[in-house]
């Protein structure tokens, strides 16, 4: 029997791509956007698109029953300089929606989910090579539901046997959709910008190193623990993911080799604080382990698609 998939939060920078690429994979019909303004056209033009409030439990609900949904991907979320701004907000989308979807399964409505976790839940006192396990403090809105998400994660698999998987996805780098408030997005930004103007002010410091990811291995990543077999799935909080690391000087390096005479300044802002909060790199050794993750994507390949693509698109 085919799997009906909702994916929830669809129009932001990892739903725009997922949608299509499991659209591929499981049929059109069978997988179903959802999100509180319309996608890309590619993802309304292809298949099911459903109007949807995450907060709206009953809404929910209905949409899962009447496509006899089997598989949610919540990817709903206010990201991390965004919740700064707005700390109820923050906390009530990134806790209750999740909440909701849980009890989805627990009452037997559905089979899988996926809940993205983040670097964000790490934080001042983490190791700079952060570990699976390791010391997680975090000091944003943000990272704090992020941190709580997981506890839950591993609450609800232990208690009740849901089939919840996780990653803590580093900051993503996609050309498809635009950035959505995180911290990390000074690193899409940065294409756009050189594109344009040839020059980008940096709000982060010029050898500030974070975790970065291209949204391809992304993607595949989210894909590959979804498959998995469950007895390969030995962390349900959230697994460690990691692809490459950089600074805005290093970035700016590499984008100089394709667009010349570009310029980069800095003007740091309170992101900073939260950058300085997140580990330098990650160390994603039971993800490999256990279900066999391999990144792709070093930070040349990812430089020279980001332009490759944005040139066409702008």
């Known amino acids: 029997m085919d799997e ?12 725009t791509e997922l949608v299509i690429e499991l659209r591929k994979i ?27 409030d995450v907060m709206d439990e009953r809404l929910l609900r209905d ?12 990817l709903a979320a206010l990201l991390s300089a965004t919740a700064e701004k707005n700390i109820e907000l923050g906390w009530q989308l990134n806790t209750r929606s999740h909440s909701h979807v849980l009890d989805l399964a627990k009452d037997g409505l559905i089979k899988k989910i996926f ?4 670097i964000a839940v790490f934080g001042p006192t983490t190791p700079n090579n952060a570990p699976q396990h390791a010391i997680m403090e975090p000091n944003t809105v943000y990272g704090i539901s992020k941190l709580a998400g997981e506890r839950w994660n591993e609450y609800y698999f232990n208690k009740f046997g849901v089939d919840v998987r996780s990653l803590r996805y580093p900051g993503l780098l996609g050309w498809k959709a635009a950035p959505g408030g995180g911290t990390t997005d000074y690193a899409v930004d940065i294409f756009y910008n050189a594109i344009k103007y040839g020059k980008y002010t940096s709000f982060i410091a010029e050898n500030t190193q974070l975790p970065m990811m291209h949204m391809f291995d992304a993607i595949r990543a989210t894909i590959q623990i ?3 077999p469950a007895n390969q799935i030995k962390i349900r909080s959230s697994y460690n993911l990691a692809g490459v690391s950089f ?15 570009f310029e980069i300044s800095y003007n740091i802002d309170y992101r900073q604080d939260i950058a300085d ?3 330098s790199s990650i160390n994603d050794s039971n993800a490999k382990q256990d279900w066999g993750w391999r990144k792709k994507y070093d930070l040349e390949n990812i430089t020279k698609d980001m332009i490759a693509n944005l040139q066409k698109k702008l």
């Open 4 to 15: 009906k998939i909702l994916i929830i939060g669809s129009s932001g920078q990892i739903g």
């Open 26 to 52: 499981h049929g059109n019909e069978n997988v179903i956007a959802s999100d509180i303004k319309t996608s890309s056209e590619e993802v309304m033009n292809s298949g099911p698109f459903e109007y949807l």
């Open 63 to 74: 949409i899962v029953k009447r496509y006899n949904i089997s598989q949610v991907y919540l």
């Open 115 to 118: 809940w993205p976790s983040s």
């Open 226 to 228: 979804m498959q998995a």
């Open 247 to 261: 600074s805005p000087k290093e970035i700016a390096a590499e984008i100089s080799k394709h667009i010349t005479n």
């Open 277 to 279: 909060s997140w580990p």
